[in-house]
């Protein structure tokens, strides 16, 4: 479907949450760790160290939020961190409130919103001086409830590839910063190259099964598989300087049962198999873990070349 920015589906945004809530336990135990490697990337790549109000988007269940708060946050700065799911968010809570270290010190300060964040926000209301400020919330990627250039670093790892009009979260990232902002973005790579998704996709696909595509119709292997196309629509959004390039992020799974489980359950594919009769879903999990064995897992390590990524960084 051909998309502009402003086309807005909001039933979908309803089934993109609902489906994020069911797995979000799952990704948050044995996904998340794995995706802090291209979040760091971000971090050193949009010099989020020298920023003082940054944005992150789609945060999940808050493992780089406070990670970035912790290492790398200054004092007088503002993370606020947003996502569309309401256990992702819950899960971010007890993860700030259960680390002493980031809550027990005195110029730290921790604020999470209740609810869907009010139109109108200005994280200036939350700067305190001399304090890291961590803000969090539910926002979508698409519509962000925030006042024009209050940003001036806008991070979103692995998000851009499965919203629904991904027109929607670049042109709203480039209202809610500042001049001179920078914006790193990671999507998934060219299929080939992403077996650690392909090999549960390909199966799917030989049993007559759809993989998860967005309500308008793209796969999340679509925008990484082109970076020219992409970087020829951003730049005619007006992104200034953007870099690109592809970077593994192999996932550190300790045997084939952790991946089946991990891969199954603590991703979109979980709503795939929901929906599927328990027959079905059956020999397809069964599947999926002998096609990891030919070919990824022979000696029940991973093949170190799985999962490419597209990197994605720009000015403002
Ligand atoms: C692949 S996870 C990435 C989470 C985290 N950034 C990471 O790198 O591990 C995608 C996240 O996007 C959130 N999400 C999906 N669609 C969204 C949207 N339209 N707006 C905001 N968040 C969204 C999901 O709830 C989920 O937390």
Redesign the pocket.
Known sequence: MEQSVGTYNAEA?KN??AS?DKF?RV?DQF??IN??Q??NTLLVHTHAHQRKRIL??????G??SLYLAKTMLQRGAVLVS????EE?IGMYKEKFEGDEDFTQLKNNKLSIIKGDIENGFNPESYFEDGKRSVVAGL????ALPFTDASFDCYL????LM???NHLN?LSEALRVTQPGATFGF?VWGRREFVQNMACVHDVFERNGVNIKKSPSGKTPYDLGKDPEALRAVMEGMGYKEIRMWYQKCNFAFKDPEEYVFSILEG?INKAVLSELPEEQAAKIRAEVREEYMKRMGGDHVMDPNHFECLIITAKK
């Not at 926002?139 to 698409?142: D, H, L, S, V």
């Not at 979103?156 to 998000?159: G, I, M, P, T």
């Open positions: 945004q993109i949450k994020w979000a990704y996904i998340q995706t802090l291209l979040f992150e988007v789609a945060c999940g269940s493992m780089h947003t996502d569309i799911s992702m926002a979508n990627n698409e979103a790892n692995l998000s499965l919203v629904d979260q990671t991703t």
